[in-house]
Nanobody, 129 residues
């Protein structure tokens, strides 16, 4: 099973930036749907951004469009989430998750957490003044 390890979380002021990293073991050249999810206290886990690895196609939740960017570096077996213009409502535990195989059109901001197969342990992001 793929192992995922997130890093890069922390505390920032509103308007600040963070870059999260997700190191992926056994990174496959085959098509995977990799996603960043987040869960705030008392709320359900929600998708933030997805990337379909073989096509490099990306999608974002409406709440983060224009502020967050998901990308991959295959040489480093790593998926990133660049987060700019952070808001207090972005405060959450952030997780990366993987779903191997499947069609590219089944990978997007509509994916549900239960569709994903492997999960990292999460990294905390706090945005406050």
């Amino acid at each position: 099973q793929v192992q995922l390890v997130e890093s890069g979380g922390g505390s920032v002021q509103p308007g600040g930036s963070l870059r999260l990293s997700c190191a992926v073991s056994e990174y496959e050249l085959a098509s995977n749907c990799l996603g960043w999810f987040r869960q705030a206290p008392g709320r359900e886990r929600e998708v933030v951004a997805t990337i379909y690895t073989s096509r490099d196609t990306v999608d974002y939740a409406d709440s983060v469009k224009g502020r967050f960017t998901i990308s991959q570096d295959r040489a480093k077996n790593t998926v990133y989430l660049q987060m700019n213009s952070l808001k207090p409502e972005d405060t959450a535990m952030y997780y990366c998750a993987d779903r191997p195989g499947g069609s590219w059109d089944l990978c997007g901001s509509f994916v549900r957490p239960e569709w994903m197969v492997s999960w990292g342990q999460g990294t905390r992001v706090t945005v406050s003044s």
